[in-house]
């Protein structure tokens, strides 16, 4: 399968170096918005090792994340240990708008390709370093992953229950948020190439990823002292706004406005509590939560979820089901909208994941290759457009384990 590229990076050349989560996330935003990306893995040895350890993470035997994480790539192999490798890097970034690296701070530059090497060969290079603390700062070179900095961002201490340990987040919030502002740098590094004509490192540290979301935790505690602390399902003062049990399950309503609030009320057949002193505004609601949600709980109950989101529509009051993948696919909404396609991939046959994202009128992002199946898949047509290489040359440095 290879749709026609619409997308608004459909000139741009990325090169891939990072492993696992946040490099190949930002990889493949780029990837989706049509750029074209090279993956780089390093190649199976003396037969050990090799590729992208992402290809073997999933659920078991069924080992998918590499066919969402990957898709729009081309894969090539290089052993960045061997100064032959790390001249075909060299030699690709000649020819690159971005590249890509979520190595330890220190290791692209131990490899001879630290940004003041691959500047002097490509003074227009982009070049997105995605690392835990960031590429400066006293921690800049301990090791660090998604995880860590949630935890030194914020996230994970105002996440769970008051009365237990930080939950986490059941996806790896961290690294794709870390990858995101990446992306979101690159994009912005190459408006500013248009006037300036030369490229730039975008430096994306995981735990500063986490922080730009954290509201205003900080000027919180700066101005009066207050530390926000784990909640559960709610956010203290902001009432209502929970998940509520039903006769069949569990639904959330926002109703947290004061006019949305009024009509909650109207469709609970109690529109005398918009008036009442205890829920009046949004103050009075905030300092009664507790009582007000078992309040609203007690009439969900006697509701089905069906019900419920049918009075929810009716009084155009926000409010969601749970949803789970199931849910996902069987949504008349989610398939107007194609938000989940089905991609044909050489491993799985027909398989189901999520669209490219933001949509865009003009130069539409798709999905429009499958993840590569092989390591250095793409050798030949990547490298065999390189000066000085041909067919026998790649045949050489396959087998001395180049690639």
Known sequence: ????????????????????????????????????????????????????????????????????????KKAVSANLRVP?????????????????????????????LGPDVLHEINPRLIIVRVSGYGQTGPYSSRAGFGGIGEAMGGWRYIVGDPDRAPSRMGISIGDTMAASYG???????????????????????????????????????????????????????????????????EYLIGANQDAVFARLCKAMERPELASDPRYVNHVARGTNQIELDELIEAWTRTLTVDELEALMIEHSIPAGKMYRAPEMMDDPHFAAREAIIELETPRWGPLKMQNAFPKLSGTPSAVRTPAPDRIGQHNAEIYGQLPDIDEQELDRLAAQGVI
């Open 1 to 72: 399968m290879t749709e026609e590229n619409t997308g608004a990076l459909k000139d741009i050349r990325v090169i891939e170096m990072g492993q696992l989560i946040a490099g190949p996330f930002c990889g493949q935003l780029l990837g989706d918005m049509g750029a074209e990306v090279i993956k780089v893995e390093p190649p199976v040895v003396d037969g050990k090792g090799g590729g992208d350890p992402m290809r073997n993470w999933g659920r078991g035997d069924d080992k998918l994340w590499w066919e969402v994480v990957s898709r729009n």
């Open 183 to 249: 992306c979101m740098g690159a994009l912005a590094a190459l408006h500013s190439r248009e006037t300036t004509g030369k490229g730039q490192v975008v430096d994306s540290a995981l735990y500063e990823a986490v922080l730009q979301v954290m509201e205003s935790v900080v000027p919180e505690y700066d101005y009066s002292g207050y530390i926000r602390e784990r909640s559960g399902s709610v956010l203290p003062g902001i009432a209502p706004s929970n998940v509520y049990k039903c006769a069949d399950g």
């Open 84 to 112: 032959e490798g790390q001249e075909l890097v060299r030699k690709l970034a000649a020819t690159a708008d971005i590249l890509i690296e979520n190595f330890k701070p220190g290791t692209m530059e131990k490899w001879g």
